[in-house]
């Protein structure tokens, strides 16, 4: 008989031990309030088990504890090309699915719910720089790069690290509702909801720089100018001397980007740095980043982050008061 208040989480050779310990302090006893689950650690191997780090841990469960769990959480694994996940393991994840309990794979661990064929048909996610990866592992899949984590009802996938701990918030929410959910973000000093479908945080770096080329050139033009509300796309390919349609083959050819789309990134991306420290509003941040106002900053905001800047901010402004101290409730 499965139990709804088990969580089991299944511990891997060589697994980071962040992932690791985030559905156990999520779904652990943190806030007096909210009624703990009982959280058994799983070993999927023969242990003790020595994580990416170099620690040693010795799980005091086996598979056969997957058996009583309404819930079962793969909270990540080693590197897609290493040695395979277990069959006794990917064997037990498809029983506890048609058991009824809710399977799911933090960041790296959606490589090994795909190995048990429980992505199949879904959409899923993971940590983004794996998405190509599991996509062409999983071509039944849906691999959506772009989102936190993806709920599919009894299949929840989630992207890297710090996702991982919004996909048991969320999972926290359906179990326990949520006040109990915003109870524990409280306790553990975290946004209380962050969307699934809002963006990872995607590293976006500038191409490299190289001497004579014109494309170098307009770029390093156009950085010490993104604030400049006439810099466009004729300002940089005047610059270097070429015509709009000359210019935009050859930045396409360079980066894999149109330059309007470059030099938009680039504003949200200045903004989404301004953004992260209080004091401008959000009209003064847009006309310092090159927008005219912040109606015209939102959409391509939105666009590229997934977010409205207003709920950027409300999630991830240093709040601190002058003087250092923090200003977020721990209680």
Do not use: K
Not at 289 to 302: C, M
Request: charge should be neutral.
């Amino acid at each position: 008989m499965r139990d709804a208040d088990t969580v089991a989480v299944v511990f891997g050779q060589d697994m980071p031990i962040f992932e690791a310990s985030i559905p156990t302090r999520v779904f652990g006893p943190v806030h007096p309030e909210v009624p703990a689950h009982t959280v058994l650690a799983v070993a999927a191997e023969p242990g003790p088990l020595t994580t990416s780090a170099g620690i040693v841990v010795d799980p005091p469960h086996g598979l056969d504890a997957l058996d009583a769990a309404g819930t079962v959480i793969v909270p990540g694994w080693r590197v897609p090309g290493g040695a395979p996940a277990p069959e006794a393991l990917l064997a037990a994840l498809v029983a506890a699915r048609d058991g009824g309990a809710v399977v799911a794979g933090l960041c790296l661990g959606a490589f090994v719910l795909g190995a048990a064929g429980l992505l199949d048909g879904r959409r899923v996610t993971t940590h983004w720089r794996f998405a190509a990866r599991l996509a062409a592992d999983h071509p039944r899949a849906t691999v959506d790069a772009d989102v936190l984590y993806v709920d599919e009802g009894d299949i929840v996938t989630s992207a890297g690290s710090a996702a991982g701990i919004d996909a048991c918030l969320h999972l926290l929410r359906r179990a326990r509702g949520s006040a109990a959910a915003n109870a524990v973000a409280r306790s553990l000093v975290v946004a209380p909801h962050r969307t699934g479908g809002q963006a990872q945080y995607i590293e976006r770096p500038v191409p490299p720089v190289t001497q004579g080329n014109p494309v170098a050139a307009a770029i390093v033009f156009a950085l010490d100018r993104l604030g400049d509300a006439d810099l466009d796309v004729d300002a940089m390919a005047r610059h270097v001397h070429l015509s709009r349609r000359t210019f935009d083959r050859r930045f396409r050819a360079h980066t894999g980007s149109s330059p309007l789309q470059w030099l938009l990134t680039q504003r949200v991306l200045w903004a989404q740095r301004l953004l992260e420290s209080p004091g401008l509003s959000v009209d003064a941040l847009a006309r310092r980043v090159g927008f005219a106002d912040a109606v015209a900053l939102r959409p391509h905001f939105r666009r590229i982050l997934g977010v409205a800047p207003a709920a950027y901010r409300a999630t991830f402004a240093d709040t601190r008061s002058p003087d250092g101290a923090g200003r977020t409730p721990v209680g």
